[in-house]
Each structure stands twice: as C-alpha cells, then as structure tokens.
C-alpha cells in the first residue's frame, strides 16, 4: 500500500469548475475548459487542485446542495470528462481532491424527496425529523441574516426538519449507519475515478449530535473520523481528507486524533483569522499566539494554511476589538461584509491591489507551518463585484485574456458576470498580459512557489517564533531534518531594522543565505543579525547556508 504523505509538502490550488474556463461557449465553465488550462497550472507549479462541488445540484448554494452525489452536473460535463480531466491532471504531477458534501443534500435530492413522502419511506430515517418546532430553532444559524431559521416545516411531511444552512440543504441524519456507509460508498467511487482525497465541508456538522432535544452544544462523534480515514486507507493507502472545521485549538487533536487515526489534514482557521488580523494591525503577536496554539498535530497531521477562499473571511473567532480593526482596515462599508462575522472581497482589493503588500500577505502564506492553499485568480491579483449577493462577489469568472469576458468564454452570458470595469477589470488583471511581464504577481507566485517546494522544513519541520523587540514583525525559524530556515517579515507600511540571534547557538547561525535576492547576512560579534527590512518586506534565510539536499546526503 502506498502511503506517501504528499500533502505535507504540497501546492494545493482551489478553482470552481464552473468559472474557470468554458470550452462549449455556454457561458458555463466546465471540465473540457479547465484540461486546457492544465498546463497553465502544472506551469505555476501547484501540486493539487481542490475542485469545489461539481455534481449535480440545483446549484442554489454553488453546488453545495447536492441532489446527485454520483454525477457530473451536466452543465460542466460527463463522468467521462471528469475521468479524462483526473488522467490529465496525473499526467502532468498534479493531484485532485474534490469536495464532499454531506452534512446535507439539496432538498431535490431523490432521499429527501422520498423521505419527505412517506413516513415509511427507507429514507424517512436519513434525515433529521421534528413533529413540534424545537426551541432551539432560531438558534446556531450558519447564514445569520439571511437564514431565519435551523427547522423549517414541510407540508408534505408533515414534520419540521433541521437544516444547519440553507432551507434547501435538509441535513443528513448522519448518525445513522446506513448514511455512514453511504457517506463512504461515496467516496469509494471518486477514488475510483482518481482522485486523491477530500475537502470534507461543514465537518463538525457532520459528527455532530442532530435532532429537536439536542441542545446549543451538541455532542461529537469524533470517532465517525477514524472510520471514514480508515476506509480511505484501505481503499487508496495515500488519500487524504482536508477537514472544513472552523473550530478553537483546544479541540484541534480530536480532528487529528492523538496517533494520527483520523483526518490528515485541517483548514487552520485560527491563524486564518489572526494572520489577518496582523495585516491589519501590523501587530503580530495574536498570529504568534495561534501558531503556537495550533503548533501541535498528529505526525502525519497536517494543517491547510489559507488566506481567502470562496467564503466570507470569517472573524468570528477575534476579539470584538481586534474584529473591528480588521472591518476597519479591509472591510469598512457594511457592503463588504456579511453575516455579522466576515469580510466578502477578495485579497487584492481589501489589500488595496498593492503588489508589495500582496507579496507580503503571499509570502507569509507560504512560510506558514502547514501546506498552503491558494485561490484561483489570487495569482494575478483578482477583484470582486461588491454588486453580487453574499459570497458570489468573489466568485466571478477566472481572467485569462483582455478579450471579451476576460477569455473565460466565447458566450455574452456568463455563469456570473466577469469583472470588466475599474482597476480590477480583465483590460487591467489578466493572466495573458501578466505571463509577459517578468515582475507581474503572476510571475512573482511561480517563483515563490518553486521556493517554497525547495524549503520542505517548512511544511516538514517543527518550527519556533522567535521574540522580537518590535511587534511589527514576525521571524520563524524552521527546523528539520538539522537543516534551517529563517522567514522574516515586516507586515508595516514602514521599514523596519530588527536584531536577531538566531538561537542556535554554534557556527551555523552566523550566516543567513538569502534564498530570493543576494543580499545575505554575517552575524555581528555577539552573534545577532540585524537586518534591514523595507516597508512590507520580506526575507527567506537557510541558516548556515548549506543547501538542504546537501546536508541531507550526510545523514
Ligand atoms: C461550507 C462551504 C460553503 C457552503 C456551506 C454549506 O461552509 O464552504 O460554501 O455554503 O458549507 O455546504
């Protein structure tokens, strides 16, 4: 069996099918476009694609309502295309992971509607039933705002049923063994087409205690987990499931499990949200508190770093006052934010499309301890339209081109409008013009990716912040393997001169070898660099400056 931890040390690039790339000229993103942009991506040097839900749906939360779990959503193509898309990935390197969505289907979904028929139906059981309204009900709404409530009533049942999300997203009875066998019947069947693993949406949601006497804290059935990783394992010794969980550090071990039996990866939402908060704070202590927070994990654990993706950038875990900071700095009119938590734009406007500060955010992505997760578009520094409801605004078709709609698509009519006006348009950002520009975002990102894919302590090692006088920075020191890294980086608008002891105490930490420009560092007498750093700068150091595959060969 193979068991190839590829995920510690990998590029993962998430894209929507249905607005990366039309090849039918519908209007419509679909898998025949996105294997022609395969080398564009494989180019960028990303090592594995998330897709976001691609099966069939009546797509009123962007495929996040499933009502097919076995089908490609016609829109976007066959199985077949799907099949000749993973070959085409594996072709070139790259692996796929998809969604999974089964907290709950879409109420079109043939259980639900049969459930909903017949008390007797064998689905009746599948869902989450209530003949009376439970108090709870207008309690632990996940789109406050927009979603009144968590039970709603159905005439045709006779019953209310619980919905975490959306009315139209019934969820899933999942503690029912028949959905648990289901749940992984579903995933035996993407393994079988070629993918490497999951994005497992809503997880908590999923292990979680449902019906009408269950109260504001729900019990977890973490151990549900280790059943679905070690079907995985069985099935495909290195697939991998990247767990959605939105949750404090305190209970991180029980996704990882304390010797690593249950989810290999997890989306970091603590350092997500402080490391957003040091944006735009340039205070960088609460970002070092989370690493430190979430420094644990299972050996063959491994943390998702992100910065934005296709939801609201949630805050809902910062202080009151540090949320505000952040409101302030990136999302001040209340048209940019959403449901009481969150920011809704994408990284370059709420950045202020500065290359330098991108860059900044970018680069801090990339040496965080974990395996980074980038967005489509991010790479050339995309827009939004605040003019699209709730979280549409940063899911607009990908630019390629300064062709009509951004050369997304030969149709007038596309999924949802390209960006076309301002300084975000597709006249302005796209990837056609940016290939051509050597200090373009675009060509920046490709070269820091093959970087980071050079620096495996990164993803690989322990790591340790090292205490500065000034809070504007942040240094990381990386260790694996007896090799070294230092990352440092200004996150202030103004430069920076810092002093640092590199701590390690012997000959090694008197040379830092610059691994992105040619100015290196010699430690002064008392062994401490000082280092000068302009505003929003950045440093990537290997520390005694041998090079990794070198010192590697010695042990
Ligand atoms: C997750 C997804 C989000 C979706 C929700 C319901 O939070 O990231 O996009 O709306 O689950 O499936």
Same mark, same amino acid.
């Given at each position: 069996?193979?068991?190839?931890?590829?995920?510690?040390?990998?590029?993962?690039?998430?894209?929507?099918?249905?607005?990366?790339?039309?090849?039918?000229?519908?209007?419509?993103?679909?898998?025949?476009?996105?294997?022609?942009?395969?080398?564009?991506?494989?180019?960028?040097?990303?090592?594995?694609?998330?897709?976001?839900?691609?099966?069939?749906? !009546?797509?009123?939360?962007?495929?996040?309502?499933?009502?097919?779990?076995?089908?490609?959503?016609?829109?976007?193509?066959?199985?077949?295309?799907?099949?000749?898309?993973?070959?085409?990935?594996?072709?070139?390197?790259?692996?796929?992971?998809?969604?999974?969505?089964?907290?709950?289907?879409?109420?079109?979904?043939?259980?639900?509607?049969?459930?909903?028929?017949?008390?007797?139906?064998?689905?009746?059981?599948?869902?989450?039933?209530?003949?009376?309204?439970?108090?709870?009900?207008?309690?632990?709404?996940?789109?406050?705002?927009?979603?009144?409530?968590?039970?709603?009533?159905?005439?045709?049942?006779?019953?209310?049923?619980?919905?975490?999300?959306?009315?139209?997203?019934?969820?899933?009875?999942?503690?029912?063994?028949?959905?648990?066998?289901?749940?992984?019947?579903?995933?035996?069947?993407?393994?079988?087409?070629? @993918?490497?693993?999951?994005?497992?949406?809503?997880?908590?949601?999923?292990?979680?205690?449902?019906?009408?006497?269950?109260?504001?804290? !729900?019990?977890?059935?973490?151990?549900?987990?280790?059943?679905?990783?070690?079907?995985?394992?069985?099935?495909?010794?290195?697939?991998?499931?990247?767990?959605?969980?939105?949750?404090?550090?305190?209970?991180?071990?029980?996704? =990882?499990?304390?010797?690593?039996?249950?989810?290999?990866?997890?989306?970091?939402?603590?350092?997500?949200?402080?490391?957003?908060?040091?944006?735009?704070?340039?205070?960088?202590?609460?970002?070092?508190?989370?690493?430190?927070?979430?420094?644990?994990?299972?050996?063959?654990?491994?943390?998702?770093?992100?910065?934005?993706?296709?939801? +609201?950038?949630?805050?809902?875990?910062?202080?009151?006052?540090?949320?505000?900071?952040?409101?302030?700095?990136?999302?001040?009119? !209340?048209?940019?934010?959403?449901?009481?938590?969150?920011?809704?734009?994408?990284?370059?406007?709420?950045? %202020?499309?500065?290359?330098?500060?991108?860059?900044?955010?970018?680069?801090?992505?990339?040496?965080?301890?974990?395996?980074?997760?980038?967005?489509?578009?991010?790479?050339?520094?995309?827009?939004?339209?605040?003019?699209?409801? +709730?979280?549409?605004?940063?899911?607009?078709?990908?630019?390629?081109?300064?062709? !009509?709609?951004?050369?997304?698509?030969?149709?007038?009519?596309?999924?949802?409008?390209?960006?076309?006006?301002?300084?975000?348009? =597709?006249?302005?950002?796209?990837?056609? +013009?940016?290939?051509?520009?050597?200090?373009?975002?675009?060509?920046?990102? %490709?070269?820091?990716?093959?970087?980071?894919?050079?620096?495996?302590?990164?993803?690989?090692?322990?790591?340790?912040?090292?205490?500065?006088?000034?809070?504007?920075?942040?240094?990381?020191?990386?260790?694996?393997?007896?090799?070294?890294?230092?990352?440092?980086?200004?996150?202030?608008?103004?430069?920076?001169? @810092?002093?640092?002891? @590199?701590?390690?105490?012997?000959?090694?930490?008197?040379?830092? @070898?610059?691994?992105?420009?040619?100015?290196?560092?010699?430690?002064?007498?008392?062994?401490?660099?000082?280092?000068?750093? +302009?505003?929003?700068?950045?440093?990537?150091?290997?520390?005694?400056?041998?090079?990794?595959?070198?010192?590697?060969?010695?042990?």
């Amino acid at each position: 069996m193979i068991n190839d931890l590829w995920y510690k040390n990998a590029v993962i690039y998430c894209l929507s099918v249905e607005t990366f790339m039309d090849a039918n000229g519908d209007g419509v993103g679909d898998f025949q476009g996105l294997m022609r942009r395969l080398d564009y991506l494989a180019g960028l040097g990303v090592t594995a694609l998330w897709l976001m839900p691609f099966q069939r749906s !009546p797509g009123r939360d962007d495929g996040y309502d499933v009502s097919d779990y076995y089908a490609v959503d016609p829109r976007y193509g066959t199985l077949g295309d799907f099949v000749e898309f993973t070959h085409a990935a594996k072709q070139r390197g790259l692996r796929v992971l998809i969604d999974l969505v089964v907290n709950h289907t879409s109420d079109q979904h043939p259980w639900f509607q049969s459930a909903r028929q017949d008390p007797a139906s064998p689905y009746r059981d599948w869902y989450v039933w209530s003949d009376k309204k439970p108090k709870n009900a207008d309690k632990g709404m996940v789109f406050p705002g927009v979603q009144e409530t968590t039970w709603t009533w159905d005439d045709k049942a006779g019953a209310f049923y619980f919905h975490r999300f959306y009315d139209f997203q019934p969820d899933l009875n999942t503690a029912n063994p028949l959905v648990q066998a289901e749940i992984l019947k579903i995933m035996g069947f993407w393994i079988q087409l070629g @993918v490497s693993g999951f994005r497992m949406d809503a997880a908590p949601f999923v292990i979680s205690a449902k019906g009408p006497d269950v109260g504001d804290e !729900p019990a977890l059935d973490y151990d549900m987990l280790r059943t679905f990783r070690e079907f995985l394992q069985w099935r495909q010794g290195d697939a991998i499931v990247l767990c959605e969980a939105n949750v404090l550090p305190d209970t991180d071990m029980d996704y =990882f499990g304390d010797d690593g039996e249950r989810m290999q990866m997890m989306f970091n939402f603590q350092v997500n949200q402080n490391l957003f908060y040091a944006l735009a704070s340039a205070d960088t202590r609460p970002l070092a508190k989370a690493l430190k927070a979430t420094a644990k994990k299972s050996s063959t654990g491994q943390w998702g770093m992100f910065l934005r993706n296709h939801d +609201e950038l949630d805050l809902g875990r910062l202080a009151d006052d540090q949320r505000q900071t952040v409101f302030q700095a990136f999302g001040p009119d !209340p048209g940019m934010q959403l449901y009481d938590r969150g920011i809704r734009r994408r990284l370059a406007p709420m950045l %202020e499309g500065g290359q330098r500060r991108l860059e900044l955010a970018y680069s801090l992505l990339f040496t965080m301890p974990g395996t980074p997760v980038i967005r489509y578009g991010d790479e050339i520094g995309m827009g939004d339209d605040l003019s699209l409801p +709730e979280r549409n605004c940063a899911r607009t078709p990908m630019q390629w081109s300064g062709e !009509p709609q951004g050369g997304f698509t030969k149709s007038d009519k596309p999924v949802l409008p390209v960006i076309a006006d301002g300084p975000y348009g =597709f006249g302005h950002v796209n990837a056609a +013009e940016q290939r051509r520009q050597p200090g373009s975002l675009l060509n920046w990102t %490709e070269r820091i990716i093959r970087m980071r894919k050079e620096v495996p302590e990164i993803g690989w090692g322990t790591f340790e912040v090292l205490r500065l006088r000034d809070p504007a920075v942040l240094a990381v020191r990386y260790a694996w393997r007896r090799n070294h890294v230092l990352c440092v980086h200004n996150l202030s608008h103004a430069p920076r001169e @810092v002093s640092i002891d @590199v701590g390690l105490g012997d000959e090694d930490g008197r040379l830092l @070898v610059n691994l992105l420009g040619d100015e290196h560092s010699r430690a002064d007498e008392r062994g401490r660099h000082t280092l000068l750093l +302009e505003a929003y700068g950045y440093r990537w150091y290997r520390i005694g400056g041998l090079d990794y595959l070198l010192r590697r060969s010695e042990i």
